[in-house]
């Protein structure tokens, strides 16, 4: 992703510990004790019944515009690199005019 300009990142509530054990192989940083307020601050979906975050994916501009979003209640629709890749390639062409 880094030759398109785009970064990863990501969030989970889990401890640093239990986020450490799953970050340790992927290729981008993952912050963890997400809380429903930073949840909120992006406009992810917080499941009330188990309180924690939903699967929710962002592509948002330096500046803070969020161009595209997912929501998934349940581990179905998670989106994968390959997905990310070709969401962010039509973005950037769509917004060369291409």
């Known amino acids: 992703m ?3 300009g785009v970064s990863i990142i990501a969030g989970c509530v889990d401890s640093e510990e239990k986020t450490a054990e799953v970050a340790a192989e992927l290729g981008f940083p993952v ?3 997400m809380t429903r307020e ?3 601050q992006f406009g992810a979906w917080w499941d ?3 309180a924690f975050i939903q699967p929710s994916e962002f592509f948002i501009t330096g ?3 969020v161009l595209a979003s997912t ?3 349940s581990p179905v629709g998670r989106m994968d690199p390959e997905d990310a890749v070709t969401l ?3 973005i950037i062409n769509r ?3 291409k």
């Open 71 to 73: 929501y998934s209640s």
């Open 95 to 97: 917004r060369a005019g």
């Open 38 to 40: 930073m949840g909120d």
């Open 48 to 50: 009330e019944e188990r």
């Open 63 to 65: 500046s803070g515009q």
């Open 2 to 4: 880094a030759d398109l």
């Open 31 to 33: 912050a963890w004790g």
């Open 88 to 90: 962010a390639k039509f």
